[in-house]
């Protein structure tokens, strides 16, 4: 079975550091952009950023452009979403996804909710 | 950027009407236009890719058509569990925008 697998849910502090993780399993994870994507509370959809694994070619969104960086480590199938200093504007759900055809996205995780709250 | 636009962003539906949701592209985007749904607390879920293919395991009722900048998602018969936030997305450029959503919800 295709799927991503999320870290769990995290709280932090502001001004805190975090690297939140998405595991692939049931396929080449090296042969697929990974997406991430943000949901603020109550909110819509907002696309972060992808990564390509084969070759680490990563784009942004240049709203999360030096806010955010995308990894990924190909040993573990694992891709990476990380802040250096979260505020609280940060508090959200973040998905990661496969891309897919026609770059749409097949595969979602299941989510990880970040909260950031002095 | 390309700008995406949804309408209406809430929709009030019964069971076994016919349903279509629009969106606007900001600027051509030919045919790269995918359809997703959301339910409360779930990952969101691929319905339609390149505007029209339906995503393997999706029920026929779903269908997606348009190209440039205009696209309708259409639910030719509404089921109990279509009622759900639906998102269009473009994947013409990056970053590769979403739409508002448009809540479906039961008269």
């Known amino acids: 079975e295709v799927q991503l697998v999320q870290s769990g849910a995290e709280v932090k502090k502001p001004g805190e550091s975090l690297k939140i993780s998405c595991k692939g399993s049931g396929y080449t994870f090296t042969s697929y952009w990974i997406g991430w994507v943000r949901q603020m509370p109550g909110k819509g959809l907002e696309w972060m950023g992808i990564?390509?694994?084969?070759?680490?070619?990563?784009r942004y969104s240049p709203s999360f452009q030096g806010q955010v960086t995308i990894s990924a480590d190909n040993s573990i199938s694992t891709a990476y979403l990380q802040w250096s200093s979260l505020k609280a504007s940060d508090s959200a759900m973040y998905y990661c996804?496969?891309?897919?055809?026609?770059?749409?996205?097949?595969?979602w995780g299941q989510g990880t909710m970040v909260t950031v709250s002095s | 950027d390309i700008q995406m636009t949804q309408s209406p962003s809430s929709l009030s539906a019964s069971v076994g009407d016919r349903v279509t949701i629009t969106c606007r592209a900001s600027q051509s985007i030919s045919t790269s236009l995918n359809w997703y749904q959301q339910k409360p607390g779930k990952a969101p879920k691929l319905l339609i890719y390149a505007a029209s293919s339906l995503q393997s395991g999706v029920p026929s009722r779903f269908s997606g058509s348009g190209s440039g900048t205009d696209f309708t998602l259409t639910i030719s018969s509404l089921q109990p569990e279509d009622f759900a936030t639906y998102y269009c997305q473009q994947t013409y450029s990056t970053p590769r925008s979403f739409g508002q959503g448009t809540k479906l919800e039961i008269k």
């Open positions: 996804a496969r891309e897919y055809a026609a770059g749409s996205f097949d595969i």
């Open positions: 990564i390509y694994p084969g070759d680490s070619d990563t």
